[in-house]
C-alpha cells in the first residue's frame, strides 16, 4: 500500500513561486494499475515524480507499506528507488552504445538479477537482443525501456505517457505488452496519460486539475489493449 497525505509541490521562489500540488492525498493498493489524468500543468506529472521520489515534497507524507520516503536522507532515497521503483518515461533514454540486451542489463545489475533475458521474450524482442537503438522502430525501443526498468524487478513501475510518442498499432501493442506483464509479475502500476481512453484498462482512474484530485473512481471490468477506442 502506497499512502500519500496532503502533498504540496512548489516551484520558483518569491513572487514567481507556484503551487503545483495542492494538497493531493491518496492510496494505492498492491497490485493495482492506476491511471491518472489531466490536462497539460494539471500537475499529474508532478504527482508522478513526487510518489516516485524522483523530486522531494514540500510537504505532506507518502509511505510505501513501513517506509516513509519523504524524510529519507538522498543516500536512503537512492537506495529505496534502487530496490522498488521503476521508472518508463516517453523519451526512451537508452543508451546508444549499448545494445538492446546491454541496455537491460543496466537496470538488472541494479537488483542483481541473472535471469533479465527472459524479458527480451516477455516483451517481444527475443530476436533483436544484438540490435542498437537507432536500429528499432519507436514501438521497439520503448519496449526496450520497459524491460529495462522491470528488470530491476520493480515493487512499483512508474510510467509518464509512456505512448505519447507511438503510433496507435504500436501504442495498443506497447500497452498489451505491459497489462499483461503487470498481471504475471504482480507489480502495482501507475501511469500519466493524457489518453482517456487508455483509463479503459486500469483497475482505478483518477482524474486532476490545477493541481488537486477532483475525480477518482474503480473500474470493476477494465477493457484489453485492443478493444479500447483510441
Known amino acids: 500500500m502506497i499512502q500519500i497525505k496532503n502533498l ?47 523530486e ?24 529505496f528507488r534502487r530496490e522498488t521503483i521503476g521508472y518508463v518515461f516517453q523519451q526512451y533514454f537508452l543508451l546508444p552504445n549499448l545494445n538492446v540486451t546491454q541496455n537491460i542489463k543496466m537496470g538488472a545489475d541494479l537488483a542483481n538479477n541473472k535471469e533479465y533475458f527472459k524479458l527480451l521474450e516477455a516483451v517481444g524482442l527475443a530476436d533483436k537482443g544484438k540490435k542498437y537503438p537507432h536500429e528499432l522502430s519507436g514501438g521497439e525501443q520503448q519496449r526496450v525501456s520497459i524491460a529495462r526498468a522491470l528488470a530491476k524487478s520493480p515493487k512499483v513501475l512508474f510510467l509518464d505517457e509512456p505512448t505519447g510518442a507511438l503510433d496507435e498499432a504500436t501504442g495498443r501493442m506497447v500497452l498489451d505488452y505491459l497489462c499483461k506483464l ?10 500519466v496519460t493524457h489518453n482517456q481512453n487508455i483509463a479503459e484498462l486500469a483497475d482505478m482512474v483518477i482524474s486532476m486539475n490545477s493541481g ?15 478493444e479500447i477506442a483510441w
Do not use: C, W
Request: glycine share 10%; net charge negative; no cysteine.
Open 8 to 54: 504540496h509541490k512548489f516551484y520558483g521562489t518569491g513572487e514567481s513561486r507556484t503551487e503545483i500540488l495542492k494538497g493531493v492525498s491518496l492510496d494505492i493498493s498492491d497490485g493495482d494499475f492506476i491511471v491518472l489524468l489531466g490536462t497539460s500543468g494539471s500537475g499529474k506529472s508532478t504527482l508522478l515524480n513526487v510518489i516516485s521520489g524522483l
Open 212 to 226: 488537486k484530485i477532483v475525480t477518482q473512481y474503480r473500474n470493476e471490468t477494465p477493457k484489453s489493449a485492443h
Open 182 to 191: 503487470q498481471k504475471e509479475l504482480k507489480f502495482t502500476m501507475v501511469m
Open 56 to 79: 522531494p515534497a514540500d510537504e505532506g507524507t507518502i509511505s510505501y507499506d513501513d517506509k516513509t520516503i519523504h524524510n529519507m536522507t538522498d543516500k536512503e532515497l537512492t537506495n
